[in-house]
C-alpha cells in the first residue's frame, strides 16, 4: 500500500461539545453526514429531521455529526452546554456534537475546509453559504455529495440507504 499524501476525513478531530476529543477516526466504516447546525435558525427544526436519520439508521453504520456555528446571522450565539441542553430538550438529539466552529475563513475547522474543497457547492463554490449545509460521506471516508441548507434530512434518506 503506498503512503496517502492527502488527508482524509479520518485524519481530522474536533473538541465534542462535552469537551472531550472526538476523532473522526472513530467513525471508520461508518456512513456520516456531516452538518454544520445553528440553533436559532430558520432551518433548525431540521434537527428534528436528523434525529429521525440518525434513530433510524445507527444500527445499520450510521451517524449525523453537528457542528454547531455561529458564522450565519450569529444564529448560534449560546455556550456548549446551552446548545446541548437546546438539541437534547427539543429535539431528543443523540448524534455527536462539536463545539462551535467556524466553517469559513481564515479560522474555519480544518474539517469543513477539506469538505467544501472536496464537495464544491454550486458552480464550483467552497465557502459554506449557510447553516444546515450537509456533506455525506461513505464507509471508506469518500465525500460523496454535499447538500444545501434547504435539503430536508428526509430526502437524503435515499441516498444514506444507498450507501448503507
Not at 92 to 105: A, H, M, Q, R, Y
Amino acid at each position: 500500500m503506498t503512503a496517502q499524501t492527502s488527508p482524509s476525513i479520518y485524519d481530522f478531530s474536533a473538541t465534542s461539545i462535552e469537551g472531550s476529543p472526538l476523532a473522526l477516526s472513530s467513525f471508520r466504516d461508518k456512513v456520516l453526514l456531516i452538518v454544520n447546525t445553528a440553533s436559532q435558525c430558520g432551518f433548525t427544526p431540521q434537527y428534528q429531521g436528523l434525529q429521525t436519520l440518525q434513530s433510524k439508521y445507527a444500527d445499520k453504520g450510521f451517524s449525523v455529526l453537528g457542528f454547531p456555528c455561529n458564522q450565519f446571522g450569529a444564529q448560534e450565539p449560546g455556550s456548549a452546554s446551552e446548545i446541548q441542553s437546546f438539541c437534547e430538550t427539543r429535539f431528543g438529539v443523540t448524534f455527536p456534537l462539536s463545539e462551535k466552529v467556524d466553517v469559513n475563513g481564515s479560522n474555519a475547522h480544518p474539517l469543513f475546509k477539506y469538505l467544501a474543497k472536496a464537495a464544491p457547492g454550486i458552480l464550483g463554490t467552497e465557502g459554506i453559504k449557510w447553516n444546515f449545509t450537509k456533506f455525506l460521506v461513505d464507509r471508506n471516508g469518500n465525500v460523496v455529495k454535499r447538500y444545501p441548507p434547504t435539503t430536508k434530512p428526509e430526502d437524503i434518506e435515499k441516498d444514506i440507504a444507498k450507501l448503507l
